[in-house]
């Protein structure tokens, strides 16, 4: 499929949502006051995504490296996702939005799990934007885990080991039925990309801002598409 050179709005934009301690820091709030502002920011991402054709968004929503944080905010960031999961799904129906996961889901709690499922299953026909979480989720072990399925129908005699090249890869990665990213924000001025989609990204443009992800509104969102909409991308030619 030809890649557009001059592509007005990304078909697939990815997101690391950064800065919500920061942003709860700076207001003398506790940090799980700032994982809930982010929460809302969600609703404005999946609403902007609609409103200017955006077909696919992820979002970098928990990382694997994330479980080394303090159990006291584990347990609030699983809660609030589990919540999140729970009032969404109506609005998720209304809005058409399609929900996937990627990432080691299994390592979620139980309840949580569970949640997730059930709306991924409810929601599997809807026909609008599809919002794609990444949960307890990490690129290096995603690839690791990919070349090792890879490795088992090698030796099963399934593939070929010559055969192998950036489609067998690509086709074995969490990611594989969706079109890499175009686009990657990243919010509360990090300039890297945190383990997050490391094969995925590597032709995406990047666009980097210092505001906190819940200060991060549908102007900016607005702004960051219209900044890549002027870019051309080359894909390694003239």
């Not at 919500?20 to 006051?33: C, V």
């Not at 982010?38 to 696919?56: K, L, N, P, S, Y």
């Not at 067998?168 to 001025?189: C, M, Q």
């Not at 990204?201 to 969102?221: C, G, Q, R, V």
């Given at each position: 499929m030809a890649m557009p050179?001059?592509?007005?709005?990304?078909?697939?934009?990815?997101?690391?949502?950064?800065?919500?301690?920061?942003?709860?820091k700076s207001r003398g709030l506790p940090r799980k006051a700032g994982h809930r502002a982010g929460a809302e920011t969600v609703r404005e991402a999946v609403d902007v995504c609609q409103e200017m054709g955006i077909?696919?968004?992820?979002?970098?929503?928990?990382?694997?490296?994330?479980?080394?944080r303090p159990e006291?905010?584990?347990?609030?960031?699983?809660?609030?996702?589990?919540?999140f999961l729970k009032t969404k799904t109506r609005e998720f129906a209304k809005?058409?939005?399609?929900?996937?996961?990627?990432?080691?889901?299994?390592?979620?709690?139980?309840?949580c799990r569970a949640e997730l499922e059930k709306v991924m299953a409810e929601t599997k026909?809807?026909?609008g934007i599809?919002?794609?979480?990444?949960?307890?989720?990490?690129?290096?072990?995603?690839?690791?885990?990919?070349?090792r399925r890879i490795a088992v129908k090698v030796q099963s005699g399934e593939l070929d080991a010559g055969e192998i090249g950036n489609d067998t890869i690509a086709a074995h990665l969490d990611t594989a039925e969706f079109p890499d990213p175009d686009l990657l924000i990243r919010t509360s001025g990090e300039l890297r990309l945190s383990n997050f989609l490391l094969w995925?990204?590597?032709?995406?443009?990047?666009?980097?801002?210092?505001?906190?992800?819940?200060?991060?509104h549908k102007a900016d969102f607005r702004e960051a598409i219209e900044n890549y909409s002027r870019r051309?991308?080359?894909?390694g030619r003239v």
């Amino acid at each position: 499929m030809a890649m557009p050179t001059h592509p007005e709005v990304p078909r697939h934009l990815a997101v690391i949502m950064d800065g919500n301690g920061r942003w709860a820091k700076s207001r003398g709030l506790p940090r799980k006051a700032g994982h809930r502002a982010g929460a809302e920011t969600v609703r404005e991402a999946v609403d902007v995504c609609q409103e200017m054709g955006i077909e696919f968004l992820t979002l970098y929503a928990f990382s694997s490296e994330n479980w080394n944080r303090p159990e006291k905010e584990i347990e609030a960031l699983m809660k609030l996702l589990e919540r999140f999961l729970k009032t969404k799904t109506r609005e998720f129906a209304k809005k058409n939005v399609r929900l996937k996961a990627i990432g080691q889901t299994h390592r979620l709690p139980d309840s949580c799990r569970a949640e997730l499922e059930k709306v991924m299953a409810e929601t599997k026909d809807n026909t609008g934007i599809t919002l794609i979480l990444a949960l307890s989720y990490g690129s290096r072990e995603e690839i690791a885990d990919a070349t090792r399925r890879i490795a088992v129908k090698v030796q099963s005699g399934e593939l070929d080991a010559g055969e192998i090249g950036n489609d067998t890869i690509a086709a074995h990665l969490d990611t594989a039925e969706f079109p890499d990213p175009d686009l990657l924000i990243r919010t509360s001025g990090e300039l890297r990309l945190s383990n997050f989609l490391l094969w995925q990204l590597s032709y995406a443009e990047f666009y980097i801002t210092s505001k906190n992800w819940p200060d991060f509104h549908k102007a900016d969102f607005r702004e960051a598409i219209e900044n890549y909409s002027r870019r051309h991308r080359r894909f390694g030619r003239v």
